[in-house]
């Protein structure tokens, strides 16, 4: 059994594409998620201290499941927080943005429903439909009509999964045309908000006024606001319903309370420095206005830039390590081949001459 194990390893060493865990490199930040530099934030940082000082309860362990001892007093005042915040009914708090997903999609659909997923979705919207047992169909990446095609030809209940900033392409959904097509069929719409939270406000489904269209949105808390979790927000009867039937909730301890109080406070900070949010537009222009070809929309903080062939994106990557920025290569199988890409996280605390500087390398071999 190993020696198969070791056989897919070899193989994937061969083609390059072993992934390993390795420290955090030095450099200039190009490759996280940080895009309004609040996990790096000095001033955030001694807020959240003063605040553990003051109440050194918040580090001890939950101690249980949130249905058993997990259920304190301060998660569930944040969580009646995001849920006005974001003028939801309700919102549900996770570990992760991962387990939000599983549980949603392994809970509201039944093996007599129907998953309509974007083709680019995330891997754990994929994880999830396998542990539904419903039937799971792709639609042509933020392409409507293609969806429409989909739902006209099911029976039953649907529901349509999307992204409303992707993540490997950095490009925008069409939500307000999706949310007509999945109406029209009498589908039910999720939106995973994980990049947009905090880069567009509140994410794509507040811009727009959706939530009471919306059947569910998932937001995260380890990109833009420097944290960690995730939250779904909802009605209160889809909260209800996955707090009795979603196992990804039910069978996992809940967080220690200093997770909660740190995406409640990192809300009131984000809300008191919203030039956090227009400095990283800024610094989109500037990438912007370099010339470089990019399938990505021009106010994603994601560009990815399209490097056929994974040896020279490989070569592209090493040259940006080497004088000293830090990027993230994304070769094929993970997506498709002929369209491996270096994908560029632009941030607040970029400064001009280190986005020039990037950019000035990469023209070298595009």
Request: with cysteine; glycine share 6%; net charge neutral.
């Amino acid at each position: 059994m190993l020696h198969n194990f070791q056989e897919a390893l070899d193989k994937r060493k061969e083609t390059g594409t072993l992934r390993i865990l390795k420290p955090r490199s030095e450099g200039i930040d190009f490759y996280s998620n940080d895009y309004l530099g609040l996990a790096r934030n000095k001033e955030l940082q001694q807020i959240l201290l003063e605040k553990i000082i003051a109440n050194p309860h918040l580090l001890s362990g939950s101690t249980g499941s949130r249905l058993i001892s997990g259920n304190s007093s301060e998660v569930i005042e944040t969580e009646n927080f995001i849920a006005r915040e974001h003028q939801y009914p309700a919102a549900l708090l996770f570990s992760s943005g991962y387990n939000a997903n599983l549980a949603l999609f392994s809970t509201l659909p039944t093996r007599h429903d129907t998953i309509i997923v974007d083709e680019k979705i995330h891997r754990s919207v994929h994880d999830a439909c396998k542990m539904s047992h419903a039937k799971k169909l792709k639609f042509k990446h933020n392409d409507v009509e293609d969806l429409e095609q989909v739902l006209k030809k099911q029976n039953g209940n649907c529901y349509v999964a999307i992204e409303s900033l992707y993540s490997m392409d950095g490009d925008v959904a069409p939500i307000q045309e999706i949310i007509q097509i999945v109406e029209k069929y009498k589908a039910n719409l999720i939106v995973d908000e994980a990049h947009a939270f905090g880069v567009f406000g509140y994410g794509l489904v507040e811009k727009h006024q959706l939530q009471n269209r919306v059947l569910a949105t998932v937001i995260t808390y380890g990109k833009a606001l420097g944290a960690h979790g995730a939250a779904i927000l909802c009605e209160d009867v889809v909260k209800s319903y996955l707090i009795n039937f979603a196992s990804p909730f039910i069978y996992t301890t809940s967080a220690q309370n200093v997770q909660w109080m740190t995406i409640k406070t990192s809300y009131e900070f984000l809300k008191s420095h919203e030039h956090f949010s227009t400095q990283l537009q800024e610094n989109i222009t500037i990438f912007r206005n370099q010339g470089l070809k990019t399938p990505s929309a021009e106010n994603s903080p994601i560009q990815a830039l399209v490097i056929p062939d994974n040896q020279k994106l490989k070569t592209v990557q090493q040259n940006l390590s080497d004088n000293g920025f830090l990027t993230y290569a994304v070769y094929s199988p993970t997506v498709k081949e002929g369209t491996e890409r270096v994908r560029i996280c632009l941030h607040s605390f970029n400064t001009v001459e280190e986005i020039t500087g990037l950019t000035k390398i990469i023209k070298d071999f595009i």
